[in-house]
């Protein structure tokens, strides 16, 4: 199983990103999915989980309000609407998952905020 990550770019601080992460192939056993991300010199941080089929969210406080994480369980696939962008969310995001308790990364979208 391989996840895909899409919906990076280039954006102005207070602009908007939509990214999207799909399993491939679609099979069962994905009931967690997240996005992480990591910034240049920082380490890697949760920005936000998903219980697929539960539909239950958490988010690191530094983007609550602004980003909101949905799933689509049957389709194996996530979405991060990114909203109210600022200069410190520029990092690769990474999508993760997990397929029958083992964990899957994707290749990691960049999203460059510029103030």
């Known amino acids: 199983v391989q996840l895909q990550a899409s919906g990076g770019g280039k954006v102005q601080a207070g602009g908007s990103l939509r990214l999207s992460c799909v399993a491939s192939?679609?099979?069962?056993?994905?009931?967690?999915m997240g996005w992480y991300r990591q910034a240049p010199g920082k380490e890697r941080e949760l920005v936000a989980i998903?219980?697929?089929?539960?539909?239950?969210?958490r988010y690191a406080d530094s983007v609550k309000a602004r980003f909101t994480l949905s799933a689509d369980s049957a389709k194996n696939m996530m979405f991060l609407q990114m909203n109210g962008l600022r200069s410190e969310d520029t990092a690769v995001y990474y999508c993760?998952?997990?397929?029958?308790?083992?964990?899957?990364w994707g290749q990691g979208t960049q999203v460059t905020v510029s103030s």
């Open positions: 998903i219980l697929t089929e539960a539909g239950h969210t």
């Open positions: 192939p679609t099979v069962s056993g994905i009931n967690y």
């Open positions: 993760n998952a997990l397929h029958n308790g083992d964990p899957i």
